[in-house]
């Protein structure tokens, strides 16, 4: 099962356009499935579900010992920590040697949830946000669920730029260009947000060093882009507020909407949370958003921004934006993406 787990992610990586863990996944694969250092890793953690992310704990909990300086001879692979992008089988060498010299602390490690705050996701929202603030005309109260950091609260201080156009803050340190393919949305018109909040059941305090290196601990470190923009995001959230509660989505929803709020407009949002809530858990936070969505009306609406996975026609995983919008509960596709944002192909008028 644990075999499994790499094995699957392996292909994601590389089809994600990360070589480097891809590479590295098929060779733990294979130690694994001959009892070496990694399957030492990872017994006793085999069972979990899909939703576990074992494969990318695993991976996160190795990116920590690296950034923390243990394993110098494996830093010099990973460009999240200075080193050269390799895929070579040196690079597997260096890896497997990791696992062996820090065994317990690499398995205290994979205990840890996946925490990936990924900035890129802000990217494929945009459209929807400006959208809201365009329809509704109103300020907008944002609520994130599975927050992690809270990085995605503060979308509208970055720059995103396409075609010519562009959006937000012109010196801002997070900067998205070329992030579209096709035509871009409508990239104008000025957002006022007066409240944001999120809710995550292991918030993640992104002033902190210990915040720090556990976002940093999941971008894949080939990806040097994703690097650089968390770094970025790190840098605004020490002077834009975004507090992050601990809680469960559900319980913390329902106290979010028990009544409409007059003169703003309530956007809950998320970006590849439902699948680990469960199948009950998503179930209820749904129920609750549409039932504040019920009670909306035109001078306290409400939108459900989301990006989560589906299935598409041909069985393959695509990665949606969808919104729903109240009074009146008008859904829309606005555009499909990847998980971890860029390219953003917009399908909404």
């Known amino acids: 099962m644990a075999a499994e787990h790499l094995r699957r992610q392996a292909a994601w990586c590389y089809r994600l356009g990360s070589p480097l ?7 733990a694969t294979r130690d694994c499935e001959a009892g070496g250092a990694t399957w030492q890793i990872l017994e006793g953690y085999e069972g979990g579900s899909r939703s576990s992310a074992l494969a990318l704990r695993f991976l996160g909990a190795v990116h920590r010992v690296v950034l923390e300086g ?8 990973y460009a999240s920590a200075g080193g050269a992008v390799c895929g070579e089988e040196e690079a597997w060498e260096d890896f497997r040697r990791a696992l062996v010299s820090n065994r317990e602390r690499i398995r205290d490690l994979v205990c840890r949830p ?5 900035v890129g996701r802000c990217a494929a929202l945009l459209g929807g946000f400006l959208m809201v603030a365009e329809m509704m005309e109103l300020p907008l109260r944002l609520f994130e669920i599975g927050a992690s950091a809270g990085l995605n609260l503060r979308w509208d201080c970055y720059r995103y730029e396409g075609l010519g156009m562009g959006w937000g803050d012109a010196s801002s340190p997070v900067r998205f260009e070329d992030i579209f393919e096709g035509a871009p949305p409508t990239l104008d018109g000025q957002v006022s947000i007066v409240e944001r909040a999120g809710c995550d059941t292991n918030p993640i305090d992104p002033c902190s060093e210990e915040g720090r290196l556990t976002l940093m601990s999941y ?8 690097v650089v923009r968390l770094a970025g995001a790190l840098e605004v959230a020490g002077r834009v507020p975004a507090p992050v509660e601990r809680a469960d989505a559900a319980s913390w929803i329902a106290k979010k909407l028990t009544s409409p709020c007059l003169g703003v ?11 680990y809530l469960g199948h009950k858990g998503a179930r209820e936070v749904t129920d609750l958003i549409e039932a504040a969505g019920r009670r909306a009306t035109a001078s306290a609406p409400f939108a459900w921004l989301r990006l989560e996975p589906r299935k598409g026609a041909d069985g393959e995983w695509q990665y949606g934006v969808d919104l729903t919008t109240w009074p009146g509960g008008e859904a ?3 555009a499909f993406t990847s998980p971890h944002g860029p390219p953003v192909r917009w399908l909404a008028d």
Do not use: A, C, K
């Open 114 to 118: 996946v925490q990936t705050n990924e």
């Open 21 to 27: 863990y891809g590479r590295l996944l098929e060779e």
């Open 70 to 77: 243990l394993v110098p001879y494996l830093q010099r692979h």
């Open 219 to 226: 971008v894949w470190p080939d990806q040097r882009e994703r």
């Open 265 to 275: 407009t309530t956007v809950v949002f998320h970006s590849i949370v439902m699948q």
């Open 332 to 334: 829309r596709l606005l």
